[in-house]
């Protein structure tokens, strides 16, 4: 097995299923990936760190006599690989037998689209170095400009590109490849506050494509404005609010909501969501959809990472919700049809307005622009959460909040969901848009 | 912003991770230097084991070297690593499924000033390493240095984690009865427990330190964690929890003591959930259970007291050295040295030896957590507080085992003198904002405070503090010392870093508690 950069990535895998196979595994899936990365940061006037690699590796799952493990490895020299997969396949028979590990029915597999998803930029590897250095210089001199009273500290900035390949063979007939680029940049920047504090604030894009980036001036403008409008952050009452949380900021809520929905946390009995398929959870503006198959999406895909073919999943239709994230392991164990092991990309059913407009409805509340820790429990609901943010008064945005938290239950907090915004955030797979909760207990002072 | 913030869904899959080797062939089994990896004539060295752990030469080390250093750079080095992890999970009853990664790659580091190029490859031959180093050659701008004419093996590391039996040894059926055992006492401890699931790993990891001035460092690194999550009901009502512990040790780490305690704590910390309330939400007096509540220092102190941080000027105590920042009694150290720790290490990760660092010593701030970047910044030594994750990425300053120490008062005396407030015993996890200061952390268990004693049990409140001015608030400190034997991982720029933690009972007069207002 040759491991140069040309490895052909099909090859591994198949060779790995075919290795395993000998060594007596019944069934066997293997994945071979690559990644080629580079990032550049930039600090205050000057290059701070280049990085650059290729990694690759691989990944097998074997099911051996009914038993199942899961290996991966990058270490690819012949000799080790035979010996790991080999070693891999006397572990597994020491565990106990399982009836539901197998691989997916190929059943899962048809049906899968024949469409370009556009998740690879043809030009990424034009990408010259100096181009890169070109985006954190102006991404930096955006971001102070903004600066006429001397506040900021100081200003990392960063760019990045991938590439990533991966390709899965399955002994009962899956074969897929993937390959996808991405782009990154963002600014990081520290302010000085009166009290000797140092905020932070930062703003960032991802993207399937180069173009799809914002300009660097608008992205390190955005960051300055942020840190700046940190200055004099300062904790308000404790009280009952109408809460709006900014678009970036929003995939928080989502994901505490998503995450109960896997069939594993339903069959563990580790889900607030267990039984409440067909129920109402939400208010009537909690439409969701998964949707693999957005061009250009950052969580676009035509199979999952077992090989079922994706299709669009309806999550929440009204505040009602209608499918789970069930692989087929669990799918098995909880005796219903397999849908995906977990979400791409979220499509919202977005309102009228954009933020501005939704603020000015709220009157009086708190705009979340970031969470800091906290937690959900997903089997109860329960949350309590760090936030930062703004005060709303008048519609309008007033004194920047911090060292304040918001706490709750999520069957709860879902029903308060009172409007959603126009503005889908573009640059993560959940494309969150504005989202408005009336009745959120804050704590502060 | 690091990549980790950049991915959106399907994150969830990271609760296998830290790992260890059992049977899948322990490094040891590895051919020494198969065909073609080797860049010379020169054999492995029969003084250091792991060039033929590697696969590589002295020869090849030194051609790496040189060409990280063809640009002109301060100083380069190597961080070889093989690490063979390997993780077991029963669930419904069975160990039914096990996962092993293997590790293996070199990053090649080259410094100019402050400036770092970074580059790896999971390829160990000359022609990969050399391009590597080439590519991380390029921070510098300039002529070409020599890299070393010869290497020395730095022989002095201390050795906090030897193994009796090293994790190779130890075969997979040795385990399935532990795991089981633990199920099946988890069932027998309380009849509301409806599930039950473990997670096992074992992990050991080479890595061998090369640098630029000729100094060769190695160290072997076993890691091993133990989890017991379990889910109850009553009533219809559902509560989960879980325990876990950690430590650079062997399989006699889990003697029957721990093993009991694993389970009591898992199932006690379930099960009085279904009592839980939430507390009010707003200021009140906080006292902090001896043990992980060490979380506290972690975020209120920890991260901003990282020299890159400071040398950058981002950090909210970037000029606070030598200042006092907390009552006399409080006494803050980060420490390596602690045998058998989690956040225990013999060497860094840039090959330096790590002590004993006093952050904060009778109230006032003493020194950074340094890397040898910024210990040269600063013109100190390096405290041994360069860590990285693996070989693909860069070290950084960061935490080891950061703990307070013992101060005058007494757990019960400040129990007593809470009229209203809460205590807090048991966290998920934390985070701080470094430059503006706040912090949080996450309880899951404890009580509340009424007329000095301690009353009903809470559960799931966030805390949120500002650090300088909640180590400001910690006005009672007992002689109660605990350091906590739980799996905490430490993430920064997206790299995860085994920790410790550790505190006495203590006292802050005042901080935000995230409850709910009825």
């Given at each position: 097995?040759?491991?140069?950069?040309?490895?052909?990535?099909?090859?591994?895998?198949?060779?790995?299923?075919?290795?395993?196979?000998?060594?007596?595994?019944?069934?066997?899936?293997?994945?071979?990936?690559?990644?080629?990365?580079?990032?550049?940061?930039?600090?205050?006037?000057?290059?701070?760190?280049?990085?650059?690699?290729?990694?690759?590796?691989?990944?097998?799952?074997?099911?051996?006599?009914?038993?199942?493990?899961?290996?991966?490895?990058?270490?690819?020299?012949?000799?080790?690989?035979?010996?790991?997969?080999?070693?891999?396949?006397?572990?597994?028979?020491?565990?106990?037998?399982?009836?539901?590990?197998?691989?997916?029915?190929?059943?899962?597999?048809?049906g899968r689209m024949e469409v370009d998803l556009a998740i690879e930029d043809p030009n990424q590897a034009k990408l010259s170095a100096e181009e890169r250095q070109r985006i954190v210089r102006e991404l930096e001199a955006a971001a102070r400009a903004v600066d006429t009273k001397g506040a900021i500290l100081s200003v990392t900035t960063a760019f990045g590109d991938v590439l990533r390949e991966t390709y899965r063979v399955s002994s009962n007939g899956f074969e897929g490849g993937i390959r996808g680029t991405q782009f990154f940049a963002s600014a990081d920047v520290s302010a000085k506050?009166?009290?000797?504090?140092?905020?932070?604030?930062?703003?960032?894009?991802?993207?399937?494509?180069?173009?799809?980036?914002?300009?660097?001036?608008?992205?390190?403008?955005?960051?300055?404005?942020?840190?700046?409008?940190?200055?004099?952050?300062?904790?308000?009452?404790?009280?009952?609010?109408?809460?709006?949380?900014?678009?970036?900021?929003?995939?928080?809520?989502?994901?505490?909501?998503?995450?109960?929905?896997?069939?594993?946390?339903?069959?563990?009995?580790?889900?607030?969501?267990?039984?409440?398929?067909?129920?109402?959870?939400?208010?009537?503006?909690?439409?969701?959809?998964?949707?693999?198959?957005?061009?250009?999406?950052?969580?676009?895909?035509?199979?999952?990472?077992?090989?079922?073919?994706?299709?669009?999943?309806?999550?929440?239709?009204?505040?009602?919700?209608?499918?789970?994230?069930?692989?087929?392991?669990?799918?098995?164990?909880?005796?219903?049809?397999?849908?995906?092991?977990?979400?791409?990309?979220?499509?919202?059913?977005?309102?009228?307005?954009?933020?501005?407009?939704?603020?000015?409805?709220?009157?009086?509340?708190?705009?979340?622009?970031?969470?800091?820790?906290?937690?959900?429990?997903?089997?109860?609901?329960?949350?309590?959460?760090?936030?930062?943010?703004?005060?709303?008064?008048?519609?309008?945005?007033?004194?920047?909040?911090?060292?304040?938290?918001?706490?709750?239950?999520?069957?709860?907090?879902?029903?308060?969901?009172?409007?959603?915004?126009?503005?889908?955030?573009?640059?993560?797979?959940?494309?969150?848009?504005?989202?408005?909760?009336?009745?959120?207990?804050?704590?502060?002072? | 912003?690091?990549?980790?913030?950049?991915?959106?869904?399907?994150?969830?899959?990271?609760a296998m991770a830290g790992a260890g080797e059992l049977l899948i062939g322990c490094a040891t089994t590895q051919q020494a230097g198969p065909g073609g990896l080797g860049g010379g004539s020169d054999g492995p060295s029969n003084s250091i084991g792991y060039f033929a752990r590697f696969g590589v030469t002295e020869n090849l080390i030194r051609e790496t070297l040189a060409a990280a250093l063809s640009r002109g750079g301060d100083y380069s080095d190597l961080f070889f690593q093989h690490r063979i992890s390997t993780s077991m999970a029963l669930e419904d009853g069975s160990v039914n499924?096990?996962?092993?990664?293997?590790?293996?790659?070199?990053?090649?580091?080259?410094?100019?000033?402050?400036?770092?190029?970074?580059?790896?490859?999971?390829?160990?031959?000359?022609?990969?390493?050399?391009?590597?180093?080439?590519?991380?050659?390029?921070?510098?701008?300039?002529?070409?240095?020599?890299?070393?004419?010869?290497?020395?093996?730095?022989?002095?590391?201390?050795?906090?984690?030897?193994?009796?039996?090293?994790?190779?040894?130890?075969?997979?059926?040795?385990?399935?009865?532990?795991?089981?055992?633990?199920?099946?006492?988890?069932?027998?401890?309380?009849?509301?427990?409806?599930?039950?699931?473990?997670?096992?790993?074992?992990?050991?990891?080479?890595?061998?330190?090369?640098?630029?001035?000729?100094?060769?460092?190695?160290?072997?690194?076993?890691?091993?964690?133990?989890?017991?999550?379990?889910?109850?009901?009553?009533?219809?009502?559902?509560?989960?929890?879980?325990y876990n512990v950690a430590g650079r040790a062997g399989f006699d780490f889990y003697s029957p003591e721990r093993l009991d305690r694993i389970v009591r704590e898992a199932v006690s910390r379930t099960t009085i959930l279904f009592e839980a309330v939430q507390p009010p939400a707003g200021e009140l007096p906080v006292v902090l259970a001896a043990g992980s509540s060490g979380i506290l220092l972690h975020e209120a102190i920890g991260h901003g007291m990282e020299a890159d941080f400071n040398r950058k000027g981002t950090s909210i105590y970037s000029d606070k050295i030598n200042k006092p920042?907390?009552?006399?009694?409080?006494?803050?150290?980060?420490?390596?040295?602690?045998?058998?720790?989690?956040?225990?290490?013999?060497?860094?990760?840039?090959?330096?030896?790590?002590?004993?660092?006093?952050?904060?010593?009778?109230?006032?701030?003493?020194?950074?957590?340094?890397?040898?970047?910024?210990?040269?910044?600063?013109?100190?030594?390096?405290?041994?507080?360069?860590?990285?994750?693996?070989?693909?990425?860069?070290?950084?300053?960061?935490?080891?085992?950061?703990?307070?120490?013992?101060?005058?008062?007494?757990?019960?005396?400040?129990?007593?003198?809470?009229?209203?407030?809460?205590?807090?015993?048991?966290?998920?996890?934390?985070?701080?904002?470094?430059?503006?200061?706040?912090?949080?952390?996450?309880?899951?268990?404890?009580?509340?405070?009424?007329?000095?004693?301690?009353?009903?049990?809470?559960?799931?409140?966030?805390?949120?503090?500002?650090?300088?001015?909640?180590?400001?608030?910690?006005?009672?400190?007992?002689?109660?010392?605990?350091?906590?034997?739980?799996?905490?991982?430490?993430?920064?720029?997206?790299?995860?870093?085994?920790?410790?933690?550790?505190?006495?009972?203590?006292?802050?007069?005042?901080?935000?508690?995230?409850?709910?207002?009825?």
């Amino acid at each position: 097995m040759s491991t140069t950069n040309n490895t052909n990535l099909a090859e591994v895998a198949r060779q790995a299923v075919d290795l395993a196979k000998k060594q007596g595994a019944s069934e066997v899936a293997a994945n071979a990936g690559r990644t080629r990365e580079v990032e550049v940061q930039w600090r205050d006037g000057r290059l701070d760190k280049i990085s650059e690699a290729t990694t690759r590796g691989l990944s097998v799952q074997l099911y051996v006599d009914g038993r199942y493990s899961a290996v991966s490895t990058s270490d690819l020299r012949p000799e080790a690989l035979e010996r790991f997969i080999s070693d891999s396949v006397t572990m597994t028979r020491a565990l106990a037998r399982d009836e539901h590990r197998r691989l997916p029915e190929p059943e899962l597999y048809a049906g899968r689209m024949e469409v370009d998803l556009a998740i690879e930029d043809p030009n990424q590897a034009k990408l010259s170095a100096e181009e890169r250095q070109r985006i954190v210089r102006e991404l930096e001199a955006a971001a102070r400009a903004v600066d006429t009273k001397g506040a900021i500290l100081s200003v990392t900035t960063a760019f990045g590109d991938v590439l990533r390949e991966t390709y899965r063979v399955s002994s009962n007939g899956f074969e897929g490849g993937i390959r996808g680029t991405q782009f990154f940049a963002s600014a990081d920047v520290s302010a000085k506050d009166s009290d000797g504090r140092r905020p932070e604030e930062s703003d960032f894009a991802v993207a399937r494509f180069f173009a799809d980036l914002p300009d660097a001036t608008t992205l390190g403008r955005r960051a300055g404005e942020r840190a700046l409008g940190r200055l004099g952050a300062a904790k308000g009452a404790s009280a009952v609010l109408t809460m709006a949380v900014d678009n970036r900021a929003a995939g928080r809520l989502v994901s505490m909501l998503l995450g109960p929905m896997t069939g594993m946390a339903l069959q563990q009995k580790r889900s607030f969501l267990d039984g409440k398929q067909g129920q109402k959870v939400g208010s009537d503006r909690l439409v969701l959809t998964d949707d693999p198959h957005i061009q250009r999406g950052l969580g676009s895909r035509l199979f999952d990472g077992e090989g079922i073919a994706a299709k669009p999943l309806p999550l929440f239709e009204a505040g009602v919700l209608r499918s789970y994230f069930i692989d087929s392991y669990y799918g098995r164990k909880l005796k219903t049809r397999p849908t995906t092991g977990g979400a791409s990309n979220l499509s919202w059913k977005l309102g009228e307005k954009g933020q501005a407009a939704l603020l000015a409805d709220l009157k009086e509340g708190i705009l979340v622009t970031g969470f800091l820790g906290g937690n959900s429990n997903a089997v109860t609901g329960d949350f309590s959460l760090g936030v930062q943010g703004f005060r709303v008064r008048g519609g309008k945005l007033a004194e920047p909040i911090s060292e304040m938290n918001i706490s709750g239950n999520q069957m709860d907090l879902w029903k308060r969901l009172v409007a959603v915004g126009n503005d889908p955030f573009a640059y993560s797979a959940m494309r969150t848009p504005t989202l408005v909760f009336e009745g959120v207990q804050f704590a502060g002072v | 912003m690091t990549r980790r913030d950049f991915v959106g869904l399907g994150t969830a899959a990271m609760a296998m991770a830290g790992a260890g080797e059992l049977l899948i062939g322990c490094a040891t089994t590895q051919q020494a230097g198969p065909g073609g990896l080797g860049g010379g004539s020169d054999g492995p060295s029969n003084s250091i084991g792991y060039f033929a752990r590697f696969g590589v030469t002295e020869n090849l080390i030194r051609e790496t070297l040189a060409a990280a250093l063809s640009r002109g750079g301060d100083y380069s080095d190597l961080f070889f690593q093989h690490r063979i992890s390997t993780s077991m999970a029963l669930e419904d009853g069975s160990v039914n499924k096990a996962f092993t990664s293997v590790e293996l790659g070199v990053g090649v580091r080259v410094v100019k000033g402050d400036q770092t190029g970074y580059a790896y490859t999971e390829e160990l031959t000359l022609d990969a390493m050399r391009s590597a180093a080439r590519t991380a050659a390029a921070i510098a701008d300039g002529p070409s240095r020599p890299g070393p004419q010869s290497f020395h093996l730095f022989k002095e590391l201390p050795q906090r984690y030897a193994l009796k039996v090293g994790w190779d040894a130890v075969r997979p059926e040795q385990k399935l009865p532990l795991l089981e055992g633990l199920n099946a006492a988890a069932f027998k401890a309380d009849p509301r427990i409806v599930k039950v699931s473990l997670s096992f790993s074992n992990e050991y990891g080479a890595v061998l330190v090369a640098d630029s001035n000729g100094r060769l460092v190695e160290d072997l690194q076993p890691m091993t964690l133990l989890g017991l999550s379990c889910v109850a009901e009553q009533n219809g009502k559902r509560e989960q929890n879980g325990y876990n512990v950690a430590g650079r040790a062997g399989f006699d780490f889990y003697s029957p003591e721990r093993l009991d305690r694993i389970v009591r704590e898992a199932v006690s910390r379930t099960t009085i959930l279904f009592e839980a309330v939430q507390p009010p939400a707003g200021e009140l007096p906080v006292v902090l259970a001896a043990g992980s509540s060490g979380i506290l220092l972690h975020e209120a102190i920890g991260h901003g007291m990282e020299a890159d941080f400071n040398r950058k000027g981002t950090s909210i105590y970037s000029d606070k050295i030598n200042k006092p920042i907390a009552h006399p009694f409080v006494n803050i150290v980060d420490d390596g040295t602690n045998e058998y720790a989690r956040g225990a290490i013999n060497v860094d990760d840039e090959g330096n030896v790590p002590g004993k660092t006093m952050l904060v010593e009778n109230g006032v701030l003493t020194t950074y957590l340094h890397d040898s970047i910024s210990a040269k910044h600063y013109k100190v030594k390096p405290t041994g507080n360069g860590r990285r994750e693996s070989y693909r990425h860069a070290p950084l300053p960061r935490m080891r085992s950061t703990y307070m120490l013992p101060g005058p008062h007494k757990h019960e005396e400040i129990i007593a003198s809470v009229k209203k407030g809460i205590y807090c015993s048991n966290f998920t996890n934390g985070q701080v904002n470094i430059g503006g200061g706040d912090f949080t952390f996450y309880v899951k268990n404890g009580y509340l405070i009424e007329d000095g004693k301690l009353t009903r049990p809470i559960k799931d409140v966030n805390i949120i503090g500002n650090g300088p001015r909640v180590l400001e608030k910690v006005d009672m400190v007992a002689d109660n010392l605990v350091i906590d034997e739980g799996g905490w991982t430490c993430g920064k720029d997206g790299q995860g870093v085994p920790v410790s933690q550790g505190l006495p009972t203590v006292r802050v007069s005042s901080i935000t508690v995230g409850g709910r207002n009825a």
